[in-house]
């Protein structure tokens, strides 16, 4: 439905007519009330001048073009840049939600995980708690913690104990670096890492364990090569490590 009016009023009716008309022809395919729907519209609007105060929302759904001949009008470019901005800013603002929620729940799991090791007063209660937690908790496909020295010196538990010197061969690498790291590693680091179960993991999140010197290696797999990518954010697993660097150095000798 088009008209000649220029009134604000008959121009939104007519928009707001034409798109609820288009809509029913649609699904009825009857249009008989095409001009009662418009005039309805127009005569509401008119009622209620304050409508599109109250529903500014539906300003953004609503296409007016200007006459402008076959240049485009200034008018609608702005308000279709503006339109774009605002759809792109709602998307950037829902992503970042969707990140605080994200980091909320890893705060909460990393805040247990804490608790926990502050209460463990043995190498295989730390060992074993960071294990439960890992696995039942943050519920991730594999993971490994890595303690260097003697065998016989450290206290039996169910983390994997190597030498220092076959450390430094296998992943020196990485100990170097004194960070956490996320990525694709090299076959030789993941069978050093996660033994028997490296053919599965496609990438890793690792941090070393130091405190004054490296004493182990924390890492954790996925299936997935892109999981842990080097782009991403190592802040709670470094977090973690830092902790195990304050409670484990005083109980790796028996």
Known sequence: MTTDNNNPVDALANTLGDTLIEAADNTTGDN??????????????????DFFENHPDLLELISLPHESGTAVSLVERQISVLRERNLEMRQRISGMLEAAKTNDKLFDKTKRLVLALLDTKDLPSIVDTLSESLSNDFQVEFHSLTLFGDPQSIPTCNAKIVSQSQANSQVGTLLRTNRAICGVLGSDELSFLFGEK??????VAAVP??????????????????????????????YIAEVLNRITPNLLQK
């Open 32 to 49: 008989t009330d095409s001009e009662l729907s418009s005039e309805q519209i127009k005569a509401y609007l008119q009622t209620h001048p």
């Open 198 to 203: 490296s053919a599965e993991v496609g990438s």
């Open 209 to 238: 364990l130091s405190y004054g010197s490296a004493f182990g290696i924390l890492a954790i797999g996925h299936s997935d090569p892109n999981y842990y990518r080097s782009s991403m954010g190592t802040l709670f697993l470094s």
